[in-house]
């Protein structure tokens, strides 16, 4: 398995605040990976240390000689004053032939959309755009922070669709940031749950056997609550010696599974 991005003992702090620390973490190529976490949890912070947009206080990040990261941040303010359309959107910042633009926005399912202004998209189809720009770049692993916020339920499940169509056409490694649970345990590889360090993570169809992913999962929002309200009721001290090896999954043992409540530290 080829590492496309590794987190060694990762720490990251703001000001004072440490807002990450020992954090392990690995993306294989081809693979689909999804952060989860409550607000504020340090999930956008992971994101951009990864790419090394955040310097890390301690540990280290080691990034695939040549790598292309196709990048889509967490919010991408575009001024509704400005001028410009899809087509040229999508030739920034680097120029791309109109073959190219076509070829990409059919592919993420807004074919025709170029001569329409950008600021007059629909959140969905923005996000598709967002998409198709960082796909122009033949980019090794796509980094998606929060896709499909603000989009509905078929949205945003269309969009995680797409994407896996995407990584089977491409193969193309995936990593995203989520809120969208129920979406998440079906469409990812692997789930990593971050309140600060690494709560746990694991292969979530090993989860979702478990009866206790069904009684989270199986009820609407409430299962989603439920996640989020979960008791991290082991010792991490324990844990030391299968650390987070995705073979063998904190996932494995279901009373792992998720929540804030795991607000402990490792250090
Ligand atoms: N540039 C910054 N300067 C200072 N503190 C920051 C900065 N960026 C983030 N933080 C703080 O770091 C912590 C983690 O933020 P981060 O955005 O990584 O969380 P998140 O899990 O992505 O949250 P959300 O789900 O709300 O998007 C928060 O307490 C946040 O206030």
Do not use: W
């Amino acid at each position: 398995m080829t590492a496309l991005i590794t987190a060694e003992k990762l720490s990251v702090r703001h000001g004072e605040a440490t807002v990450l620390s020992g954090v392990d973490f690995t993306i294989t190529k081809g693979e689909i990976v999804t952060v989860v976490g409550p607000n504020g949890s340090g999930k956008s912070t992971l994101i951009r240390a990864l790419i090394g947009l955040e310097p890390a206080a301690t540990g280290q990040v080691t990034r695939a000689p040549g790598l292309v990261i196709g990048y889509v941040p967490q919010k991408l303010h575009i001024d509704a004053g400005l001028p410009i359309t899809v087509r040229r959107f999508l030739s920034l910042p680097r120029r791309v032939s109109d073959a190219a633009a076509a070829a990409a926005l059919a592919r993420t399912g807004v074919p025709g959309l170029g001569s329409r202004q950008l600021a007059r998209l629909s959140g969905g189809q923005f996000q598709r755009v967002l998409l198709a720009r960082a796909l122009l770049t033949r980019p090794d692993i796509l980094i998606l922070d929060e896709p499909t916020q603000g989009l509905d339920q078929p949205g945003t499940a269309g969009f995680y669709r797409l994407i896996e169509e995407v990584r089977r056409e491409t193969g193309v490694a995936v990593l995203m940031v989520s809120h969208d649970l129920h979406v998440v345990m079906a469409a990812s590889d692997r789930v990593v749950c971050l309140n600060g360090h690494v709560c746990c993570e694991g292969a979530p169809k090993v989860v979702s056997a478990a009866p206790e992913y069904r009684a989270l999962f199986g009820l609407g929002t409430g299962g989603a609550f439920a996640l989020y309200r979960h008791v991290h009721d082991h010792d991490h001290e324990a844990d030391e010696g299968h650390g987070h090896d995705p073979s063998t999954p904190h996932a494995a043992h279901p009373h792992h599974v998720h929540g804030p409540e795991c607000t402990h530290d490792h250090a």
